[in-house]
């Protein structure tokens, strides 16, 4: 029976009972990530106690031998135990293999065999010392074995803990409680453990380190109860950053800043045409024919992988890394496949011409042979192909807006774009009168705003037919959004032309009148911002365009030369 | 000790005539206990003690903690059971169900709470009470948990085959309560020893059958063979006899052989025709529940009995 009655045996008793508990919490956690490790882990802690537990009521030499030999295999289960809980609890189970952990396991149990057949050899001896104080037998262990058996027990602590520091610094409450547990859990056994073998604590007869266990007891029962390890667990986390990298559409490679690329994913392998192994360690510069010109004119530049037939074009995009102070750790470059936009492209291109080119020479034509004759025939043939004309220049302007919006676009002041558009219509439209509200301050948007201001006041002056015609045009720059808006006190938009407009498409039975108000909705759309149409009093439409001004200018990829 | 034994339905309107004159929060907080001890099964916990009792009596031990630990791991397996089995028992014990979901964080915390301490309180005994004392958990991984089923098809809950179920209740309860005791004491094994385990182990055997009559519908649903499942309640009930008569048979032989003393053999005896006649009562009684905890008090009868018999209180 047990004669000792000290702290530190009630401490050992202590450490059974909690590791005992916690374990039992952790097993009916299963299969939650890390329950069955942590399982393990305080398995191994709790026979460590219960081992000296036993050897110091064994009453003889021989017997503490043996339970000290014995509790080696609690030991040597601890830090296998660690590392296989820190790598499935944060979500790095895929090296947990059958391989993996037998080649983890490797030195434990050769531990455990020295230890049992340490009389034959001196690799790790465990032999009686001399008597405790109380009584009790101290035994002393070492041996360039047991060297060896510490060193892989620190060194296993030290990579499981690694993973686990990264959590202290997240977002989740949970999870920052959760890692500051478990740090304080396994820190607290193997602080004691290295003061005990650098001699700092004195030996009393037991070794402290399963004293120690009760405080990392407390720790994952904290962890387990108080942060819900079980119940919010990060291991998602990392598995879908990668599960994210791998799959998403657009190639990615990340380079460090001397141009090497340390990752590359799936579709960015395929793009490249290269095995994403063999990627790795390479200079980016050998495999992207990319040049300086990202960086120096910020212009969009497309990479053409392929022969004639089957090229493909991707947009290069790259992203600056930095460290926490600003300095810059690489780039990731993101590879988007613009082939089917380059040859939309080209059909714009195509049609711009017709549009621009051919209808105006065939209606110029046209209004050739008008003028040869006379009379209400001929004036309406005149104004007829004047109409053509207009059209046809809507449509050039659409095909250029589209073109705007998405290549990288020129720029203007917003005071300077509607002072340009009122004095545009002022000409075309003498007999209106135009107002104009410039903004308190003004900013920087998108040259293609103009289309849409063009069209907004060309529309409220040509269907103005009152008798004196009024038309304002203000803007203002607020929250992050630069605001125009267009006020006439003519008859007002007409309700079919605005549920079309809502719509979004037109059909052969619902469609409106022209292309103006398309061009306004699709103008402020494709520079992500909305329109808006309200009554104005006593008559005519206040229409506002709204456009965010947020612009990131992503083009500043210049990997470092070596 | 038996797996399943349940509770009898609470009558609140019984209740509201006789705490009338009680504060409210008192009323409230004796609710709550009651049902703690009955929907954990924490009852059993004394009686799994007075069971450890039984024996140190017969093989006349000294007292140690081992009433204690036995005590401790009744509750922590019979609480960590409900919890295990909280959605199966919908269907047959909805309130006990509904209970346990309630709290199933907190009895979780003191299953394992319990468990640990008696894992700790046992090293005392050394090695082998240590062995002893984890023999309930690691039977009950294999007996209620599903664990034994992920290795592979071929294994299933033990809970769920025939005879083995109750069997491996019966003897881990058995070896608890006969060994724990004799491993605190030290004390070597004796065909008293012996007898006292087959009383036990048979005993346990048939206690845990009774309940499996009213929850045949229950078991049925979730795939688990009783004998009452397998063989009827009728065949259940002559099972039952044939088990307790038998018992009887070994019990007289050990008298007439010397092995066990007569005011044990008594008690015993007068236990076991106790238990006949709550046999016979299966599948006959209105209150099933009532009837299952009938059978484990059997075991406040023989240590009573014992109690006169043997020190003549």
């Given at each position: 029976?047990?004669?000792?009655?000290?702290?530190?045996?009630?401490?050992?008793?202590g450490s059974?009972?909690?590791?005992?508990s916690?374990?039992?919490?952790?097993?009916?956690?299963?299969?939650?990530?890390?329950?069955?490790?942590?399982?393990?882990?305080?398995?191994?802690?709790s026979?460590?106690?219960?081992?000296?537990?036993?050897?110091?009521?064994a009453?003889?030499?021989?017997g503490v031998?043996?339970?000290?030999?014995?509790?080696?295999?609690g030991?040597?289960?601890?830090p296998?135990?660690?590392?296989?809980?820190a790598?499935e609890?944060?979500?790095?189970?895929q090296y947990?293999?059958?391989?993996?952990?037998?080649?983890l396991?490797?030195?434990?149990?050769?531990t455990?065999?020295?230890a049992?057949?340490?009389?034959?050899?001196?690799a790790?001896?465990?032999?009686?010392?001399?008597?405790?104080?109380?009584?009790?037998?101290?035994?002393?262990?070492?041996?360039?074995?047991y060297?060896?058996?510490?060193?892989?027990?620190?060194?296993l602590?030290?990579?499981?803990?690694?993973?686990?520091?990264?959590?202290?610094?997240?977002?989740?409450?949970?999870f920052?409680?959760?890692?500051?547990?478990?740090l304080?859990?396994?820190?607290?056994?193997?602080?004691t453990?290295?003061?005990?073998?650098?001699?700092v604590?004195?030996?009393?007869?037991?070794?402290p380190?399963?004293?120690a266990?009760?405080?990392?007891?407390?720790a994952?029962?904290?962890?387990?109860d108080?942060?819900?390890?079980f119940?919010?667990?990060?291991?998602?986390?990392?598995?879908?950053?990668?599960?994210?990298?791998?799959?998403?559409?657009?190639?990615?490679?990340?380079?460090?800043?001397?141009?090497?690329?340390?990752?590359?994913?799936r579709?960015?392998?395929?793009?490249?045409?290269?095995?994403?192994?063999r990627?790795l360690?390479?200079?980016?510069?050998?495999?992207?024919?990319?040049?300086?010109?990202?960086?120096?004119d910020?212009g969009?530049?497309?990479?053409?992988?392929?022969?004639?037939?089957?090229?493909?074009?991707?947009?290069?995009?790259?992203?600056e890394?930095?460290?926490?102070?600003?300095?810059?750790l690489?780039?990731v470059?993101?590879?988007?496949?613009v082939?089917?936009?380059?040859q939309?492209?080209?059909?714009?291109?195509?049609?711009?011409?017709?549009?621009?080119?051919?209808?105006?020479t065939?209606?110029?034509?046209?209004?050739?042979?008008?003028?040869?004759?006379?009379?209400?025939?001929?004036?309406?043939?005149?104004?007829?192909?004047?109409?053509?004309?207009?059209i046809?220049?809507?449509?050039r302007?659409a095909?250029?807006?589209?073109?705007?919006?998405?290549?990288?676009?020129?720029?203007?002041?917003?005071?300077?774009?509607?002072?340009?558009?009122?004095?545009?219509?002022?000409?075309?439209?003498?007999?209106?009168?135009?107002?104009?509200?410039?903004?308190?301050?003004?900013?920087?948007?998108?040259?293609?705003?103009?289309?849409?201001?063009?069209?907004?006041?060309?529309?409220?002056?040509?269907?103005?037919d009152?008798?004196?015609?009024r038309?304002r045009?203000?803007?203002?720059?607020?929250?992050?959004?630069?605001?125009?808006?267009?006020?006439?006190n003519?008859?007002?938009?007409?309700?079919?032309?605005?549920?079309?407009?809502?719509?979004?498409?037109?059909?052969?039975?619902?469609h409106?009148?022209?292309?103006?108000?398309?061009?306004?909705?699709?103008?402020?759309?494709?520079?992500?911002?909305?329109?808006s149409?309200e009554?104005?009093e006593?008559?005519?439409?206040?229409?506002t365009?709204?456009?965010?001004?947020?612009?990131?200018?992503?083009r500043?990829y210049?990997?470092?030369?070596? | 000790?038996?797996?399943?034994?349940?509770?009898p339905?609470?009558?609140?309107?019984h209740?509201?005539?006789?705490?009338?004159?009680?504060?409210?929060?008192v009323?409230?907080?004796?609710?709550?206990?009651?049902?703690?001890?009955t929907?954990?099964?924490?009852?059993?916990v004394f009686?799994?003690?007075?069971?450890?009792?039984?024996?140190?009596?017969?093989?006349?031990?000294?007292?140690?903690?081992?009433?204690?630990?036995?005590?401790?791991v009744?509750?922590?397996?019979?609480?960590?059971?409900?919890?295990?089995?909280?959605?199966?028992?919908?269907?047959?014990?909805?309130?006990?169900?509904?209970?346990?979901?309630r709290?199933?964080?907190?009895?979780?915390?003191?299953?394992?709470?319990?468990?640990?301490?008696?894992?700790?309180?046992s090293?005392?005994?050394?090695?082998?009470?240590?062995?002893?004392?984890?023999?309930?958990?690691?039977f009950?991984?294999?007996?209620a948990?599903e664990?034994?089923?992920?290795?592979?098809?071929?294994?299933k809950r033990?809970?769920?085959i025939?005879?083995?179920?109750?069997?491996?209740?019966?003897?881990a309860?058995?070896i608890?309560?006969?060994?724990?005791?004799?491993?605190?004491?030290?004390?070597?094994?004796?065909?008293?020893?012996?007898?006292?385990?087959?009383?036990?182990?048979?005993?346990?055997?048939?206690?845990?059958?009774?309940?499996?009559?009213?929850?045949?519908?229950?078991?049925?649903?979730?795939?688990?063979?009783?004998?009452?499942?397998?063989f009827g309640?009728?065949?259940?009930?002559?099972?039952?006899?044939?088990?307790?008569?038998?018992?009887?048979?070994?019990?007289?032989?050990?008298?007439?052989?010397?092995?066990?003393?007569?005011p044990?053999?008594?008690a015993?005896?007068?236990?076991?025709g106790?238990a006949?006649?709550?046999?016979?009562?299966?599948?006959?009684?209105?209150a099933p529940?009532?009837?299952?905890?009938?059978?484990?008090?059997?075991?406040?009868?023989?240590?009573?009995?014992?109690?006169?018999?043997?020190?003549?209180?």
């Open positions: 029976m047990l004669a000792s009655s000290s702290i530190a045996v009630l401490l050992l008793f059974v009972a909690i590791g005992s916690a374990a039992i919490l952790a097993w009916r956690n299963r299969p939650e990530p890390g329950a069955s490790p942590l399982v393990w882990l305080l398995i191994g802690q026979w460590w106690s219960t081992c000296i537990i036993f050897g110091l009521s009453g003889d030499p021989a031998v043996r339970w000290t030999k014995a509790g080696w295999v030991v040597m289960i601890v296998v135990a660690w590392i296989l809980f790598l609890y944060t979500g790095r189970d947990i293999t059958r391989r993996n952990v037998a080649l396991a490797v030195v434990p149990a050769l455990v065999v020295f049992v057949t340490t009389p034959y050899h001196d790790l001896y465990i032999q009686q010392a001399g008597v405790a104080p109380d009584g009790t037998a101290v035994v002393e262990q070492g041996g360039l074995w060297a060896v058996a510490a060193g892989y027990t620190y060194l602590g030290v990579l499981g803990i690694l993973p686990i520091l990264g959590l202290l610094s997240s977002g989740a409450t949970a920052r409680g959760q890692s500051a547990a478990l304080v859990g396994i820190l607290t056994p193997w602080t453990n290295i003061l005990y073998n650098l001699g604590l004195s030996p009393v007869g037991i070794d380190t399963p004293v266990f009760a405080v990392s007891g407390v994952y029962l904290g962890a387990i108080r942060f819900r390890m119940g919010a667990n990060p291991a998602p986390t990392w598995r879908a950053k990668e599960f994210l990298f791998d799959h998403i559409h657009e190639g990615a490679i990340v380079v460090d800043g001397h141009d090497t690329i340390v990752e590359i994913n579709t960015g392998a395929d793009i490249l045409g290269i095995d994403a192994d990627a360690g390479a200079s980016a510069s050998s495999l992207l024919p990319l040049d300086d010109r990202l960086e120096t910020g969009r530049d497309f990479l053409t992988i392929g022969t004639e037939a089957t090229s493909q074009s991707y947009d290069v995009t790259a992203t890394l930095t460290d926490r102070h600003g300095e810059t690489g780039h470059l993101t590879l988007h496949n082939t089917q936009y380059l939309q492209q080209q059909r714009l291109r195509v049609l711009n011409r017709v549009l621009r080119h051919n209808i105006r065939e209606a110029n034509i046209i209004q050739g042979y008008a003028e040869r004759t006379t009379g209400a025939t001929a004036e309406t043939i005149t104004q007829r192909t004047m109409r053509i004309v207009e046809s220049e809507k449509g302007d095909i250029e807006l589209f073109e705007d919006a998405v290549s990288d676009r020129d720029t203007v002041s917003l005071a300077a774009l509607v002072d340009r558009s009122l004095d545009d219509a002022a000409e075309a439209f003498p007999g209106v009168a135009f107002e104009a509200e410039p903004p308190d301050a003004d900013v920087v948007v998108p040259d293609a705003l103009s289309v849409v201001v063009n069209n907004l006041i060309e529309n409220a002056a040509a269907h103005n009152g008798e004196q015609r038309v045009v203000g803007a203002a720059v607020d929250d992050g959004d630069a605001r125009v808006w267009v006020a006439d003519g008859p007002g938009i007409d309700d079919y032309e605005l549920n079309v407009l809502n719509a979004g498409t037109e059909t052969a039975l619902q409106g009148s022209g292309l103006g108000l398309w061009l306004v909705k699709w103008g402020t759309e494709l520079l992500g911002g909305s329109v149409f009554p104005n006593p008559t005519g439409t206040v229409v365009a709204t456009i965010p001004l947020e612009r990131v200018d992503r500043s210049a990997p470092r030369r070596r | 000790m038996a797996s399943k034994t349940n509770e339905p609470v009558t609140t309107d209740h509201v005539r006789w705490h009338a004159g009680i504060p409210a929060s009323v409230d907080a004796g609710h709550r206990i009651k049902d703690v001890l929907y954990s099964s924490a009852y059993l009686i799994a003690m007075v069971e450890v009792l039984t024996v140190h009596l017969v093989l006349s031990l000294p007292l140690n903690p081992a009433s204690v630990v036995v005590g401790l009744t509750f922590a397996v019979y609480a960590g059971d409900r919890i295990a089995d909280a959605e199966d028992d919908e269907l047959s014990s909805p309130e006990r169900s509904a209970f346990v979901t709290h199933r964080r907190l009895l979780s915390m003191l299953t394992a709470g319990t468990y640990g301490l008696a894992i700790a309180l090293i005392t005994g050394g090695p082998l009470a240590l062995g002893i004392t984890l023999l309930p958990g690691a009950w991984i294999l007996y948990s664990w034994l089923p992920t290795l592979g098809s071929y294994f033990l809970k769920r025939l005879v083995v179920n109750s069997a491996i209740v019966a003897l309860w058995a608890a309560v006969v060994g724990l005791p004799m491993a605190f004491a030290e004390a070597s094994v004796t065909p008293l020893a012996g007898v006292v385990f087959v009383y036990l182990f048979v005993d346990t055997f048939v206690n845990t059958e009774i309940p499996n009559v009213r929850d045949v519908a229950a078991d049925e649903a979730v795939g688990v063979s009783t004998i009452p499942v397998v309640i009728q065949r259940t009930r002559h099972v039952l006899y044939g088990l307790d008569l038998s018992l009887i048979a070994f019990v007289g032989a050990a008298l007439a052989s010397g092995v066990v003393s007569t044990v053999a008594a015993i005896l007068l236990g076991l106790y006949l006649v709550l046999a016979w009562f299966v599948g006959r009684s209105a529940g009532r009837l299952a905890i009938a059978g484990e008090a059997k075991h406040l009868v023989v240590f009573a009995l014992l109690l006169v018999f043997t020190t003549g209180l």
